[in-house]
């Protein structure tokens, strides 16, 4: 494991557990908003705002999801590291397919960007970053605060009129964002890094019993908080849309396959084929990016072939109470 230690980058740091062998996750650093307010310091403003992502990161994967349903592309520039992260950490490696160079400041490696920010940082080089071309400084590295940023603060710069944290489903929607993170989002890791059999039983208990309970909850429903696509679904599927292809077999979440459940399944196809969707999901960056760089989980570096999923396949989700924001509904 490594990370930035006053500025330093360090390799030499291991634990990825505590001493009961759970995985625990570091708090992230930047926590500055850009507001839609005159006398913000960070203002909504087409141009000056970049982001930092990985393909591969589910948690960077929400904010590209934002980025594209709300038509910030143009607003708002993207770079996108390599899948494959060695103990350089994060890199550019714009020969590859599918990544970029650092457009924005020339970097060889995501950390020079963080010590550009903070040349003392104490930290850990994470995706995704959302930078500020003007102050030249990265505004925030926490994924549900960048999502809620992008969805709430850019309307004035966004094509489309889309609001997926709507008045009136507000608290419902933090309520299931916080209560999907430990079982789920984070649920997957916890069982995938557990250090010892206590800890992967009580992240696979926990991951399976909710992901049961959501997949109730899904029957008579459209969208997690009932008839809008909100944020919270957002989060739930770049866990979901990763779960099959990676999570179920190199986290050993394998007490059931997403593609096994009678409404989670369909409710996944359906979000995929949200119109802007599809489009942010690399899954060949994402199978390279968890087989091959963590060697604790799968030393080998293999690629899981399988499975052969189809998340175009169709489903009768429309059938639900619920539809799409009207801006994001196909044209007839
Ligand atoms: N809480 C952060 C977590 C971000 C995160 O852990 N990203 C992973 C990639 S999936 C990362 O960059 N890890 C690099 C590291 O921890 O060194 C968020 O939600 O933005």
Redesign the pocket.
């Known amino acids: 494991?490594?990370?930035l230690v006053d500025g330093e980058w360090r390799t030499d740091i291991d634990e990825y557990t505590n001493e009961d062998g759970e995985f625990e996750?570091?708090?992230?650093t930047f926590r500055d908003r850009v507001e839609d307010d005159p006398d913000a310091r960070f203002q909504p403003e087409a141009g000056r705002y970049h982001l930092y992502v990985?393909y591969?990161?589910?948690?960077?994967h929400?904010t590209l999801l934002i980025r594209s349903l709300k038509g910030l592309e143009d607003a708002i520039s993207v770079d996108i590291v390599d899948p494959y992260?060695d103990d350089g950490?994060?890199q550019f490696t714009p020969e590859k397919e599918g990544c970029t160079p650092d457009t924005v400041n020339g970097s060889d490696y995501?950390r020079e960007v963080y010590q550009e920010a903070d040349p003392d940082a104490t930290c850990?080089?994470?995706?995704?970053v959302l930078w500020d071309k003007r102050e030249e400084t990265i505004v925030n590295?926490?994924?549900?605060?960048?999502l809620r940023m992008l969805d709430t603060e850019f309307d004035s710069v966004a094509e489309r009129d889309v609001d997926l944290y709507p008045e009136g489903y507000r608290e419902e929607v933090d309520a299931i964002i916080d209560d999907i993170y430990d079982p789920i989002n984070n649920g997957v890791y916890r069982a995938g890094f557990a250090g010892s059999q206590d800890a992967y039983d009580e992240a696979v208990d926990e991951l399976f019993a909710a992901l049961d309970h959501w997949d109730e909850v899904l029957a008579d429903q459209r969208y997690l908080a009932g008839d809008r696509l909100t944020e919270a679904d957002i989060c739930m599927f770049t866990t979901l849309v990763r779960f099959d292809e990676v999570y179920h077999t190199h986290f050993k979440c394998n007490v059931k396959a997403i593609h096994e459940y009678d409404n989670l399944w369909p409710y996944l196809r359906d979000l995929y084929q949200t119109p802007g969707v599809a489009e942010t999901v690399n899954m060949d960056h994402i199978k390279e990016?968890y087989y091959t760089t963590h060697p604790d989980v799968n030393p080998k570096r293999l690629i899981a072939r399988g499975p052969d999923l189809h998340f175009d396949g169709e489903h009768d989700r429309d059938e639900l109470p619920g539809s799409l924001p009207t801006e994001l509904l196909p044209l007839a």
């Open positions: 494991m490594n990370k996750r570091g708090e992230t990985s591969a990161c589910p948690w960077a929400r992260r950490g994060w995501l850990r080089v994470t995706v995704p590295n926490e994924s549900e605060e960048v990016h």
